[in-house]
Each structure stands twice: as C-alpha cells, then as structure tokens.
C-alpha cells in the first residue's frame, strides 16, 4: 500500500477570507484533519477552515502550554506516533496551524519526527499573523534599506532586540504587554509601536499607539515597532 502524505497547512491568522487557494486545495483532498489543541479547548484553526473539515476524521493534536522540554518532547512524540500510523494506512493528513507553518509553528516539531521516520511531509505556506497586522495598521513593515526583527515577546528578555537597527515585531505578546510596554519607553521606541489584538478573528482591536492598549490584552497581541516612526 501507498504510504500517505502529511501536509503542515497554515491557514493564516484568523480571517476565513485569508485561507490561500493551495491550502483550501489540500485541506478538500485531505483524508484527515490534524487539529492542534493548547489544552484549553482552543481550536482557532479548526474555527478559520470551516467547512472544510466537515464530513472529515480529525486528529485531536494536544500539546501542553508549558515550557517543560520533556513534556513537549513527549507530546511530539504522541503526536507523529498517530500520524504516522494514518500515513501507513495509505491516508493523507493535513495539520492545520495558525499563520504560517514556518514561523514560531507547533507543527514543525512534528514536521521533523516524520521525516525522520521516514515519510514524505511538505509545508503549504500561510498569510503571518504580522502581515496581516501591518494591513489592518494600514503601514507597511520595512521599506528600503530597513530591516526588519521578529521576536517572541513571551519567551525571554527582548532587551537585546531593542539595540538592533530594525524595525521590530514582537508576537505572543499577551503576558508581557506591561513589561514590553515599560521596556520600549525606557528605549524611547514607545512612540512609534503599535498593537493589534486577535487580528482577523471575533474581538480584533487595533491600537495605532501602542501606549494606548490595555496592559491585559490576550495571546494573539501582536506589537510592530517602527524605528522612524512611519
């Protein structure tokens, strides 16, 4: 028998409209639907695809919100394990993701667990959270010469990343927003941030002055700082 495909499928960042031909093409073919799970019963990608998973199997794909490298190790695991075994049954499986694929993506864990077994897995690209952000900002990100530094706010310290001649984009800014905020005035970039909450999806705020937004906005904040102030 055939061995099935797996495809990491981005579907963008939260608005249906923004679902890209190639990703609706393979998602209508797809014999099953990987569908992530943070553990809270948050299933946003699941919500922008729509009808496109009805009359499908789902894979409920859970992966802790923790940091703790052995249970995310052991969660990957788990979850290349139950595709793989529906790649062996011959059955192609996409894994939808927020945004992109290639970016700060779950499924790139599981992408590499099932090469390595062996299997054939390819990535179907999607619009980023931050592209869409800059739209509904009406700005752009970088223009020119600038260059341009994406961050993962709720990780680690991002002092650093305010020394670098860039325009920045911090993502998963929801816990951090209070600390983010103070860092930038201290760094007098706090004038030219701006912040979209849950961009594309139900509940979207923009705020074109950062300073503005509301020190406890959810996961899906996104801040664009723009050095000359554009």
């Not at 990987?34 to 499908?56: M, R, Y």
């Not at 650093?160 to 860039?166: N, P, R």
């Amino acid at each position: 028998m055939k061995k099935g495909i797996l495809y990491g499928v981005g579907v963008g960042p939260g608005d249906p409209e923004l679902l890209t031909v190639k990703a609706r093409r393979i998602l209508s073919q797809a014999d099953v639907i990987a569908v992530p799970d943070k553990g809270a019963g948050e299933k946003t990608a699941l919500q922008i695809i729509g009808d496109l998973v009805q009359g499908k199997q789902t894979l409920p794909c859970s992966t802790p919100m923790v940091r703790d490298p052995a249970a995310l190790e052991r969660a990957h695991d788990r979850i290349a394990a139950d595709i793989a075994a529906l790649l062996e049954e011959g059955k192609t499986v996409a894994y939808i993701t927020l945004g992109d694929p290639s970016i700060y993506s779950t499924y790139l864990y599981i992408h590499r667990r099932v090469l390595a077994m062996g299997y054939e897995a390819r990535l179907i690209p999607g619009v980023p959270s931050f592209c869409a952000v800059a739209a509904a900002l009406g700005t752009g990100l970088c223009e020119g010469s600038n260059r341009l530094l994406i961050v993962p706010a709720s990780h680690r310290d991002v002092a650093d990343c305010l020394a670098v001649d860039a325009n920045l984009v911090f993502m998963k800014a929801g816990r951090e927003l209070g600390a983010l905020r103070q860092k930038l005035e201290d760094a007098s970039l706090l004038e030219g941030a701006a912040m979209v909450e849950n961009c594309g999806m139900e509940g979207e705020r923009v705020f074109p002055r950062f300073a503005d937004a509301p020190a406890d906005s959810g996961y899906f904040s996104v801040v664009v700082v723009k050095r000359d102030g554009q």
